[in-house]
């Protein structure tokens, strides 16, 4: 079976499966429901579909939301959310960090929805239809959606005019809160990029550096976990070859569907894969629900069910059940559920296609993943037959520097160590004003969700110096005016 590995969001991991579909990587969260606290007025704006030429008179309603609370006028700050690929609201809710300074502040707080994704579509129910409708869908364009929303907003919001405006994001958000301070900087005094992997691109980071982390994370888990799941793709494969084991696997695992083929047995390797990288990117110290309900440092417990087992597959299987049904709920396992199957998903599919060409491999010596080497020819031919585009693998190199960034100012780039995508971010400050933060116990983004009594000092330290940097930015503003 031919794997073409992808990109996900919020930054799960992905690779062709059985649709033919690319499906996206950065995970998407399910939190919670909306604490009170967390209240916002639902608006909506009037954008160009096409910022970049004269001759598109298309327009569509971006929304976002906005919370005027703490705001008291007066030049006071706007924290801007600039959104990732997929509801607004869900990521409003799990970026309590934002939340939580705003009254330190008296910030207005604004989440910004990314065209194409929750109800910023284009077109409507046509946005999707085919290329022609579709290709507005970039990061250049987000970017300038962004900009003339915070020209709005400081033009009719009493008191706003000489606000400054703080951008932050998390895993895709991240980057492009990274970007718009590049791209913008009359727009934003600073940015925020955490869990940001803007390196995570053709030529600048290793392919394979985000599975080695996720290695490491289990290692770290119980001292063996990695080798039972090295293991496991082997014997997966065996006893998938044969009515009996196929049968075996899929009351082993709980599965909703038997596996019937050794077609289905691959995709349900491809879902153990996915599942493996999207656990380590939530492997968060506290009990949380952002893409899956998982208990306090999830890996360490999938870990010790694995390990417990003396036989390999079982272990499997009941890590896998731990992640996938930890309140107990399920009554069986879907292998599917990884697929592509919204409209976010198939957004980041077409994005991974057009500009967003994040390479990723295995070779089963630094990872404990099955081999498997970047194929940019297949890569290609796959993003043909599936949204009828070429990628431009440089392209992003070309709009934002790659690595010769030194020239823009006010970013703060935070990574987690724990986290897959910290294999892309920048990991070392490159001038005092580009500052790498680096959060020694956490997973993806754990610096912008809420604080909680059991974050790790590593992440506490971050946000304070975070906060620091912030105030700085602010105080430099109004020095000036």
């Not at 869900?90 to 300074?101: L, R």
């Not at 296609?353 to 990723?360: I, L």
Request: aromatic share 14%; proline share 6%.
């Amino acid at each position: 079976m031919l794997y073409v590995g992808v990109f996900l969001i919020c930054l799960s991991v992905a690779h062709t499966g059985g649709t033919g579909l690319l499906a996206p990587r950065f995970p998407r969260p399910r939190g919670p429901v909306l604490r009170s606290q967390y209240s916002y007025d639902t608006k909506y704006f009037t954008q160009p579909v096409d910022h970049f030429s004269f001759t598109t008179p298309d327009t569509f309603d971006q929304r976002y939301l906005m919370n005027r609370k703490y705001f008291e006028g007066n030049g006071g700050p706007i924290f801007f959310y600039t959104g990732n690929e997929g509801d607004i609201t869900m990521f409003c809710d799990n970026t309590g960090f934002m939340w939580d300074i705003a009254p330190k502040f008296k910030a207005m707080v604004v989440f910004a929805e990314h065209r194409y994704y929750g109800e910023s579509m284009p077109y409507g129910k046509d946005s999707y239809k085919d290329p022609q409708h579709l290709g507005y869908l970039t990061a250049e364009q987000a970017l300038a959606d962004f900009a003339r929303l915070i020209t709005h907003l400081k033009s009719s919001i009493p008191g706003a005019a000489n606000s400054p405006v703080v951008a932050f994001g998390g895993s895709y958000g991240g980057m492009l809160a990274a970007w718009f301070r590049m791209k913008y900087p009359s727009s934003v005094i600073g940015s925020l990029a955490a869990s940001a992997p803007v390196w995570q691109f053709e030529g600048l980071t290793p392919c394979g550096s985000s599975y080695s982390i996720i290695t490491e994370d289990f290692q770290k888990g119980s001292p063996g976990c990695e080798t039972h799941i090295h293991k496991s793709w082997d014997l997966l494969t065996q006893m998938g070859q044969t009515a009996a084991g196929r049968e075996k696997l899929s009351s082993m695992f709980s599965l909703c569907s038997p596996l019937n083929t050794s077609t289905d047995v691959g995709t349900m390797s491809q879902w153990l894969l996915n599942t493996w990288f999207n656990l380590a990117m939530v492997n968060y110290p506290y009990p949380a629900s952002f893409l899956e309900p998982l208990p306090a440092w999830p890996v360490k417990e999938v870990c010790s069910l694995i390990t417990a087992s003396s036989d390999v597959l079982e272990g499997i299987a009941a890590g896998a059940t731990l992640y996938y049904n930890y309140t107990g709920q399920a009554a069986c396992l879907n292998i599917k559920e990884s697929a592509v199957s919204s409209l976010g998903d198939l957004g980041w599919s077409f994005q991974f296609c057009s500009e967003m060409t994040m390479p990723t491999c295995m070779d089963g010596i630094h990872d404990m993943f099955p081999p498997q080497p970047w194929n940019m020819t297949a890569y290609i031919i796959q993003c043909k037959s599936t949204w009828k585009v070429t990628p431009r693998p440089y392209w992003i190199l070309q709009q934002f520097g790659g690595k010769n960034i030194t020239a823009a100012s006010n970013i703060i780039f935070s990574n987690g160590l724990l986290d897959p995508w910290s294999a892309g971010g920048v990991m070392e400050s490159l001038s005092d004003s580009l500052v790498a933060i680096t959060i020694a116990d956490g997973a993806h983004h754990l610096d912008l969700r809420s604080s909680n009594p059991a974050d790790p000092q590593s992440v506490i330290e971050a946000r304070e110096q975070e906060v620091q940097i912030i105030r700085e930015w602010l105080q430099n503003y109004y020095s000036k005016l």
